[in-house]
């Protein structure tokens, strides 16, 4: 069992930035590709961002410039650094995380972007 548990959201101003942390813990023995999604109000989840075993990362085109994503595999840590956000950026971001077998999700926390 796998457990995800994302943290760094909240009410930013336009423009601003946020750090995202998500942070895993339980049975992990081997991780495809971890990843950051959001949902908007009355909206499909998208892919974010995501990075797989070997670091490759790719970027939604709204994000790229923006966002970046990283790993500290040491901490089981996951990280979204967002940068220049507007209030297209409103949702709530889920972390998720897919081994050779199961995919995880986390609960997901919310980030709000003020105009």
């Known amino acids: 069992q796998v457990q995800l548990v994302e943290s760094g959201g909240g009410l930013v101003q336009a423009g601003g930035s946020l750090r995202l942390s998500c942070t895993a813990s339980?049975?992990?023995?081997?991780?495809?590709?971890m990843g950051w999604y959001r949902q908007a109000p009355g909206k499909q989840r998208e892919l974010v961002a995501g990075?797989?075993?070997?670091?490759?990362?790719n970027y939604a085109d709204s994000v790229k410039g923006r966002f970046t994503i990283s790993r500290d595999n040491a901490k089981n840590t996951m990280y979204l650094q967002m940068n220049s956000l507007s209030p297209e950026d409103t949702a709530v971001y889920y972390c998720?995380?897919?081994?050779?077998?199961?995919?995880?999700w986390g609960q997901g926390t919310q980030v709000t972007v003020s105009s």
């Open positions: 998720a995380l897919s081994t050779p077998s199961y995919g995880y």
């Open positions: 339980g049975s992990i023995s081997s991780v495809n590709f």
């Open positions: 990075i797989d075993s070997r670091g490759s990362t």
